[in-house]
């Protein structure tokens, strides 16, 4: 008996896989590339070269599996939102046909409000296609991921800003993607439990983007300020830099709903919820390298 993980290459997958295999456990990923997934294999990994998308390959690897674990990839196609809730009708389906009784899903903090939500859209559909075809299945909803201060290593190295139109004053709960994992393993390997569950994942502590941006600083040993952006100046730079149009509308989509509230947790924040990695210590350990890695890129030879 295995478990089946989908993105064995998305920070959370890889994380996940790597505690379910010191954990001694049997895994299965699924990979488009079997390179991209070396590590895992010469660990003791099954590896089923292909796309979750193909259903002849995701049959083959939930064949003798006890559970799944289920995360849907960002946006990249145009019909993200028809296509994210197809793959887990399908898998929630195929699972059932092979007799997998558990599955962890990575939903997202405000799932509960449905389309018209940007990349959080389909989750709410997705949670529920799962918990139709399982008899066990937990959703986690984890908040604002601090990876995503990751994308404005260039800005604060250059400048000492972050651009954001979230509001700045307001709190959110930011985590990192290495909890996430951990609180995936632990009901993965917890095969005790039955039911359908929604469980935040909301990291150490509620914090504004202002109070975010001091503890970047505080790391980084420079200043780095929050600057609040409107929509309009958002979506002017993510056209900027490239984004095609419909993953520039399913961000800003996303970045409304934040503004108008419909995106905050439904899950009240307890020690169950609580993740212990702070954002001082991401910033620490992953942030303030990749400013220095920017800096040192940018520097002239």
Known sequence: ???????????????????LLDAGERITVLSRDKKKVDELLRRGARVVEGSFEEPALLAEALEGAEAL???TPPPARSDYYAWANKCAKQAAAAAKKAGVRRAVVIS???AHTGPGTGAVGPAREME???EAALPAVVSLRPGIFMENFLLSTDMIAKAGQIFTP??????????ATADIAAKAACWLLDRGWSGHRRVGVHGPKDLSTDEAAAIISSALGEP???????????????TGMGMPDFIVEIIIEMYVAFREGRLDQAEPRTPDTTTPTTLAEFARTTLVPAIHNASSAAAPS
Do not use: H, Y
């Not at 780095?224 to 993510?238: N, S």
């Open 69 to 71: 674990f289920w995360l």
């Open 166 to 175: 979230l509001p700045t004053g307001k709190r959110w709960p930011l985590v």
């Open 1 to 19: 008996m295995s478990i089946v993980i989908n993105t064995p290459t998305s920070n959370i997958g890889r994380a996940l896989a790597a505690r």
């Open 128 to 130: 529920n296609d799962f």
């Open 108 to 110: 997202s903090a405000g």
């Open 224 to 238: 780095v300020k929050c600057v609040e952006t409107t929509i309009d100046q958002a979506r002017g730079a993510l």
